[in-house]
Structure formats: C-alpha cells, structure tokens
C-alpha cells in the first residue's frame, strides 16, 4: 500500500502542478473535471501539497465564504478527512440548510470520506436515520472505498441489514455492488456462505450479488498476486 501511494501520489502531484491546484478562466471541461477528481485522491495519498491547498479552502467554507464549484467537492472530501466531531455537525447544519440538491449530495460524498472511527460511526447512523432515502446509498459506497471504514462495513451492513433492505431495490442493489467486491476482503468465505443463505429468500438479487462475489474473487486473487 505505501508503495503504490508513493507512485501515485508522485504522479497525481505532477499532473496538479501542470494544470495548477486552482481553477483558471481558461480551463477546459474536462480539465476542470480531472482537478476535482484528482485533489481529493492526491490528498488521500498522502500528498502534503494537495491536502494543504484544499484545507485552506475548506477553512473558507467554515467561514461562510465562496469556494470555486469546480473543486467545491474534493475541498470537502479532504476537509472531512482532515476532520473530527465539529466538523461533522458542520456538514449536518449545511445539509439542513442547503437549497440546493447537488450541493446537498456532494456533502454526503464528503461524510463517506471521514478518518475518525467515532466520527464514522455518527455518519452511518446519521444515513440510516437522518438522509432522504433516495441519497442514503452515497454515502455508504464512499465508505465502502474509504480505508478508515472499510473494516467495519461488512458487520455494520449484517447488523443493519433490516433497515437496509428497505431501501429502494435499485439503491440496494447499488449498495451491495458498492461494499461486498472491497469490504469482503479477507472475509471471503463469511461473505459467500452469508448471500448462500441469503439468495434462498431474496432470489430476484442474484445478478448483482453473483457480480459482487465475482469482483470479489477478482480482488482477493489480486491481493494473494
């Protein structure tokens, strides 16, 4: 893990020092798309560069003051990250009081991306309990990419599973697509004798749970590689 962090955060730096940590008036669309998507990642590997320029922003937002839409959601991201308890009910009030739906979800992007395992914790009850159901798979496939959450996941999906499933059947879908192929790892046999059993009583979601254990397999024989 170190050594691919090391590549990579090498790697991201260099392309965010060529097309600049800040949005230009000039920046292509897709330029403008790589950034976001690069900062939050950069930063999640380890790059001082990166996480120092997105708290220096996200210092703005507590301040109620403007940050560039374009990096608006890796901003956050890196904020959560960075963040504890205060800065979780930060994004709680935001959400309450934001009009805007995009903004809403791109908050729920950043509350996946939280390090502190109490602070975690709070989020996942806060998506069972407190977001619209229509929202509530967002957060939870953030996590499931998140390192700080993932050990915790799979238990947390088991012993959660009654409230789950009674998210819309896309959702859940999205859900199980989302958490088993990175949150099984290491629990491979668990994972397959649970949906084994599962499968008997909820047959009309055998297609995502057979891709789910396939992606799954995938990863394991990359990790044992």
């Given at each position: 893990?170190?050594?691919?962090?090391?590549?990579?955060?090498?790697?991201?730096?260099?392309?965010?020092?060529?097309?600049?940590?800040?949005?230009?008036?000039?920046?292509?669309?897709?330029?403008?798309?790589?950034?976001?998507?690069?900062?939050?990642?950069?930063?999640?590997?380890?790059?001082?560069?990166?996480?120092?320029?997105?708290?220096?922003?996200?210092s703005l937002l507590l301040k109620e003051q403007k940050v560039h839409p374009n990096i608006q959601k890796s901003v956050m991201?890196?904020?959560?990250?960075?963040?504890?308890?205060?800065?979780?009910?930060?994004?709680?009030?935001?959400?309450?009081?934001?009009?805007?739906?995009?903004?809403?979800?791109?908050?729920?992007?950043?509350?996946?991306?939280?390090?502190?395992?109490?602070?975690?914790?709070?989020?996942?009850?806060?998506?069972?309990?407190?977001?619209?159901?229509?929202?509530?798979?967002?957060?939870?496939?953030?996590?499931?990419?998140?390192?700080?959450?993932?050990?915790s996941l799979w238990d947390w999906f088991q012993a959660n599973l009654q409230a789950i499933e009674r998210f819309h059947p896309?959702?859940?879908?999205?859900?199980?697509?989302?958490?088993?192929?990175?949150?099984?790892?290491?629990?491979?046999?668990?994972?397959?004798?649970?949906?084994?059993?599962?499968?008997?009583?909820?047959?009309?979601?055998?297609?995502?749970?057979?891709?789910?254990?396939?992606?799954?397999?995938?990863?394991?024989?990359m990790r044992r590689a």
């Amino acid at each position: 893990r170190q050594k691919v962090a090391s590549v990579g955060r090498a790697f991201f730096e260099r392309v965010l020092e060529n097309i600049g940590y800040e949005p230009g008036p000039q920046d292509r669309h897709t330029t403008s798309i790589l950034r976001d998507q690069l900062l939050w990642h950069a930063a999640l590997y380890g790059s001082v560069k990166a996480e120092e320029f997105c708290m220096s922003q996200f210092s703005l937002l507590l301040k109620e003051q403007k940050v560039h839409p374009n990096i608006q959601k890796s901003v956050m991201q890196v904020g959560a990250a960075c963040g504890g308890r205060d800065t979780f009910e930060w994004f709680v009030g935001k959400i309450k009081s934001s009009e805007s739906e995009h903004e809403r979800m791109n908050m729920l992007i950043a509350m996946g991306c939280f390090k502190d395992g109490k602070v975690l914790e709070r989020v996942k009850r806060y998506v069972l309990d407190e977001v619209p159901d229509r929202n509530k798979a967002i957060p939870i496939g953030i996590m499931s990419e998140n390192p700080a959450a993932i050990p915790s996941l799979w238990d947390w999906f088991q012993a959660n599973l009654q409230a789950i499933e009674r998210f819309h059947p896309v959702l859940y879908e999205r859900v199980i697509a989302a958490l088993v192929p990175i949150c099984g790892l290491g629990r491979e046999e668990e994972v397959r004798s649970f949906f084994q059993e599962y499968m008997r009583k909820q047959e009309k979601l055998k297609d995502v749970v057979k891709l789910s254990l396939e992606k799954l397999e995938i990863h394991s024989r990359m990790r044992r590689a």
